[in-house]
């Protein structure tokens, strides 16, 4: 099983500041996906194949990466960026996500 | 559109066997997989398994054992079964098209 660890598991930022969550895979994978949550909802595709935005994601995201290691970025925190995004990994079974990191406004 | 809706008992006695559907609209089950994730209370994500479009599944090897996904194409639904439940099976069940459309999930307590 490919474990994903993402870092930081919490963080707050402020209006205008860039963040950077990363997500480390334990053995190297194809691509990389996230999702957003907040709280009471379901999780949204935000970022799928490492880099390519869901659709009404705004484009201050970004997400990179290759291998073993990935991350999403986002160049100016606003507060609707508040929440919890979870890396997916889908190369081989069973799918694994990350643990979370959870954003917070600071 | 799409709609993906999760449906079942929203509590289950230990040791007693989970079964929920997965009502859908807006595409068919022949041409887009589904999967289970499920999300304990203030826990993170967890994949169950796939059923694919040719009707194949995969399952999360810790609950193979226990795991069952099916198919209606007809009453476009997708079924999960899941047995022996124990108080750590307590989550949000939610069923996903490519992982890229959600069901809004449902809630299920297993509790005497």
């Known amino acids: 099983e490919i474990v994903l660890t993402q870092s930081p598991t919490t963080m707050a930022a402020s209006p205008g500041e860039k963040v950077t969550i990363t997500c480390r895979a334990s053995s190297s994978v194809s691509y990389m996906h996230w999702f957003q949550q907040k709280s009471g909802t379901s999780p949204k595709p935000w970022i799928y194949d490492t880099s390519k935005l869901a659709s009404g994601v705004p484009d201050r995201f970004s997400g990179s990466g290759s291998g073993t290691s990935y991350s999403l970025t986002i160049s100016s925190m606003e507060a609707e960026d508040a929440a919890t995004y979870y890396c997916l990994q889908r190369s081989s079974y069973p799918w694994t996500f990350g643990g979370g990191t959870k954003l917070e406004l600071k | 559109q799409v709609q993906l809706k999760e449906s079942g008992p929203g509590l289950v006695q230990p040791s007693q066997t989970l079964s929920l559907t997965c009502t859908v609209s807006?595409?068919?089950?022949?041409?887009?997989?589904v999967s289970w994730v499920r999300q304990p209370p203030g826990k993170g994500l967890e994949w169950m398994g796939v059923i694919w479009t040719g009707g194949s599944t995969a399952y999360n090897s810790l609950l193979k054992s226990r795991l069952s996904i099916s198919r209606d194409i007809s009453k476009s639904q997708v079924f999960l079964k899941m047995n022996s439940l124990q108080t750590e099976d307590t989550a949000t069940y939610y069923c996903a098209r490519d992982l890229l459309a959600w069901g809004q999930g449902a809630s299920v307590t297993v509790s005497s």
């Open positions: 807006g595409f068919s089950l022949t041409s887009y997989h």
